[in-house]
């Protein structure tokens, strides 16, 4: 994963995922959740901050106060569907970038894509239909 644009992403993304299965409320009041930590400042011993955590403040109560605001709003829909393809393919998240760069140290592609077949274009017009062969 590109840590500097999606590491937030995808811990929000991992917070949340009790609280979308609605086996809590709120992301706190789950047992095995890396939030109260980092949102609420309780000690955990098992967590080191990553830089990208430590960099949202000067301070351990200003980085609190943003990792609790990272929460308001809710991950938009394109978020969670381009984390699930990632984890599902097996792939790596970044932009081209990183994904180029990626490509590069590996020699295998890297991208994620949607299941299935890309879709066939829609006919358009009468013309083109008729231009289609006919099966008997």
């Known amino acids: ?3 500097d644009n999606y590491l937030l992403l995808c811990q929000r993304y991992i917070e949340l995922n009790p609280v979308r299965a609605a086996m809590v409320a709120d992301p706190a009041n789950y047992r095995w959740s890396s939030y109260r930590a980092n949102g ?10 990553h830089p990208v955590y430590s960099a949202l403040g ?21 978020a969670i569907s381009d984390i699930r393809i990632a984890l599902d393919q ?16 590996t020699g295998q592609r890297r991208e994620a894509r949607p299941r299935g077949r890309p ?12 231009q289609l062969p006919l099966k008997i």
Do not use: W
Request: net charge negative; proline share 8%.
């Open 1 to 3: 994963m590109q840590a």
């Open 58 to 78: 000067g301070t351990e109560l200003q980085r609190l106060a943003a990792y609790r605001a990272l929460f308001r709003p809710e991950l938009d829909g394109d």
């Open 90 to 105: 097996g792939q790596p998240l970044g932009d081209s970038r990183f994904l180029a760069s990626i490509e590069l140290a």
């Open 119 to 130: 879709r066939k274009p829609a006919v358009a017009s009468g013309e083109e239909r008729d």
């Open 40 to 49: 609420l400042g309780q000690d955990d011993p098992l967590l080191t901050p």
